[in-house]
């Protein structure tokens, strides 16, 4: 029942796509997106979830967990829905789900917390106390810096704060005390505002990488998982996309593959290194084929049952799994 629409909607119809992890206890948990058929554009977003105790055969709860309401939100959540979420937990258990709030005109980043992953608590722009000026503008895909501890990913403060990579074009950074307030990273040196491209912001945000020419992520960058804290370095998963004009010939214009970015541990602004390859991309039919062809976009990142589950929307249509039992030095 939708309590905007006041009618039964069949909110997982269209498509589901673009999950997030959680791993408790013997359980892992995924948090999806789902679209529904109806409206003006013809999917409106939920967050539902679903559990497994393998990792691959899913349970999924008939309802969604994380919807447009009647709150304080809906003007920014109606009628594109909530999209895309990416979840950490901090120390005490509480998780926190950043997620996009879409209008149908424009992509806002939000967060919205549980304690049971099944009841949210919205708190709207994880910008709002940085300023009006933050809330208006376009943004999305937050990737909170956490460490792996028995399964758990849990946000972990460097030098003292939170930190979170967002945006698309471009990867930006945020630092937060809470996990719920953040304050974007301005640019101070003059010579580097002019590459800040992204769309309608006011103010020069600082870069940590951008997109490449002739390469798979050469018109798009955004977060993937949770980036995760390793001996080695920050470990930070992203999505791209390959240009249709000046993009890696190799791969399908438009394509959305993924790379993989190291980051210094003790300066999250700081890449260390990157791939120059991506390590994942769209060759099976269902990720070829789609809502939107040609998509491996990732946003789930678990260790469970002695292996690494990676979790990805495809074409923007179905939800699969890569594993690795590689072994990292956390």
């Known amino acids: 029942m939708c309590p905007i629409r006041d009618t039964l909607v069949n909110w997982e119809q269209k498509d589901v796509f673009n999950p997030a992890s959680v791993v408790k206890g013997d359980t892992l948990f995924l948090l999806y997106r789902a679209e529904d058929v109806i409206g003006e554009y013809k999917g409106t977003s939920r967050i539902g979830l679903a559990y497994s105790l393998d990792g691959y055969s899913f349970e999924k709860l008939e309802t969604p967990v994380l919807f447009p309401n009647n709150d304080e939100c809906i003007k920014y959540e109606w009628e594109g829905g909530c999209e895309d979420p990416r979840i950490v937990e901090d120390s005490d258990g509480t998780y926190y789900m950043t997620y996009t709030a879409y209008d149908g005109d424009k992509a806002r980043l939000f967060v919205a917390t549980s304690i049971d992953l099944r009841k949210w608590q919205k708190y709207g722009s994880v910008f709002k106390k940085a300023g009006d000026e933050y809330v208006d503008m376009w943004s999305k895909s937050g990737s909170i810096v956490c460490r792996h501890v028995d399964g758990k990913m849990v946000a972990t403060k ?54 490449r020419e002739d390469m798979f992520d050469s018109e798009l960058v955004e977060p993937g998982p949770p980036a995760l804290i390793t001996d080695d370095g920050i470990l930070f998963l992203y999505n791209s996309k390959n240009s249709k004009t ?51 976009f990732l946003e789930g990142l678990a260790y469970f049952n002695n292996k690494w589950l990676l979790y990805y929307g495809t074409a923007d249509s179905k939800i699969a799994v890569a594993e690795s039992t590689a072994k990292l030095a956390l």
């Open 158 to 211: 460097v030098n003292g704060k939170y930190w979170m990579y967002w945006g698309e074009s471009n990867i930006y950074v945020a630092t937060s005390n809470n996990l719920i307030d953040w304050n974007p990273i301005l640019e101070t040196d003059p010579g580097k505002m002019h590459l800040d491209t992204m769309r309608a912001y006011t103010k020069a945000f600082h870069i940590v990488f951008s997109t």
């Open 246 to 296: 000046n993009g890696d010939k190799n791969l399908a214009a438009g394509a959305y593959a993924a790379g993989q970015v190291l980051i210094d541990k003790n300066d999250p602004t700081k890449v260390v290194d990157r791939m120059d390859r991506w390590f994942i991309t769209p060759d099976q039919p269902y990720e070829i084929g789609g809502q939107v062809n040609n998509v491996c």
